[in-house]
C-alpha cells in the first residue's frame, strides 16, 4: 500500500468516527422528535439546530473544495439556521440525510485516487483538500461531542 493510500484511508477513518471520536449515527441515534428542538438554559441552540449547523459547514466545505464559483455565506449567521426556526420530523430527516450525503461524497472524494490532496485548490491557492478534509473531520468531532454534552444535560442520552 502507498502513502497516499494509507493517508486517503486513516482520512475516511477519521470521518467516519471511531477510536478517540465519536460514531455519527452513534451521537443521533435513539432521538425522539419531541427532543430535537429542546434546549438547555446554559445553551442557545438545540439539536437539530446544531446538527444542521453541522450540515451547513460540512456543506460548504465541500463546495468550496468543488466548486470555484461557490460564494461562502456570511460569517456566523450564514452557518446556523435562522433566529427562531424549529424542525420537525421531514426537517430532521432532511438535516441528518443532507449530512450523510456530503459526507459520502467527501469520502468519494478521498476515494478517488486521482484526487491530488496536497495540490493547492486552484481557486484558493493558500489551501489544498488535504487541509479541507481535516477540517471537516475536526469540526465534526467537536460538535459530535458538544451533541453529547447537550444530550446529557437534556438527559436523553441513551448509553450509560
Not at 485548490?121 to 493558500?126: G, K, V
Request: hydrophobic share 40%; net charge negative.
Amino acid at each position: 500500500m502507498t502513502d497516499d493510500e494509507v493517508v486517503r484511508q486513516q482520512l475516511i477513518a477519521l470521518l467516519r468516527g471511531g477510536n478517540a471520536h465519536l460514531y455519527f449515527e452513534r451521537a443521533v441515534s435513539q432521538f425522539s422528535l419531541d427532543d430535537i428542538n429542546r434546549k438547555v438554559s446554559t445553551i442557545s441552540y438545540s439539536p437539530w439546530e446544531l446538527l444542521e449547523h453541522m450540515r451547513i459547514c460540512q456543506w460548504d466545505i465541500l463546495e468550496f473544495i468543488r466548486n470555484p464559483e461557490y460564494k461562502s455565506p456570511p460569517w456566523p449567521k450564514g452557518y446556523w439556521p435562522a433566529e427562531g426556526e424549529s424542525a420537525d420530523e421531514n426537517k430532521w430527516k432532511k438535516t441528518l440525510g443532507d449530512f450523510r450525503a456530503d459526507l459520502s461524497s467527501v469520502e468519494n472524494l478521498l476515494g478517488d485516487s486521482s484526487t491530488n490532496l496536497y495540490q493547492p485548490i486552484p481557486h484558493a491557492p493558500e489551501y489544498n483538500i488535504f487541509r479541507e478534509i481535516l477540517l471537516i473531520a475536526d469540526h465534526n468531532a467537536y460538535h459530535l461531542g458538544e451533541l453529547v454534552v447537550l444530550r446529557k444535560a437534556l438527559s436523553i442520552w441513551p448509553y450509560s
